[in-house]
């Protein structure tokens, strides 16, 4: 089985890019180590199974990562940047073999101020 575990952060933490846009190498894998931390990318290993075979034997794997992007203000700029290194990295000359990695980006909020949000919020005190 093939990991691109260090490959990726390493691709991720090279970037001075988004380094810059993350205000320092805030990539992570799995977990960051502080919690309020913002903006900060953590990633993790979906599925990873053997994708080509000759001779018995696999010589290649499909890996498919997400990559979250952790943020208290717009996440657009940071995650622009994640999918051009993507797609970079998707499709680098310098690789042997090439490397294919789908990347997914999730987002979820709940606008403050809105009718939906005070609901949530009511029912999150419920709860409480």
């Known amino acids: 089985m093939i990991t691109m575990k260090s ?15 993350l205000g320092g190498p805030r990539v992570y894998a799995v977990s960051a180590p502080d919690a309020d931390e913002y903006p900060r990318i953590t ?7 053997d994708a080509n075979y000759a001779d018995d034997a696999a010589y290649s794997s499909r890996i498919l990562y997400q990559v979250d992007i952790w943020s208290k203000s717009n996440p657009d700029p ?11 990295l998707s499709a680098s000359p310098e690789q042997a073999e090439p490397i294919c990695l789908k990347t997914i980006h999730r987002f979820t909020t709940v606008p403050c101020g809105t009718e939906y949000s005070r609901r949530c919020d009511a029912k999150w005190q419920e709860y409480r």
């Open 78 to 88: 940071i995650a622009v940047e994640v999918d051009r290194i993507d797609r970079n």
């Open 43 to 49: 990633f993790f290993e979906i599925t990873n199974f």
């Open 7 to 21: 490959t990726i952060k390493t691709t991720l933490t090279s970037d001075t890019t988004l380094t810059k846009a």
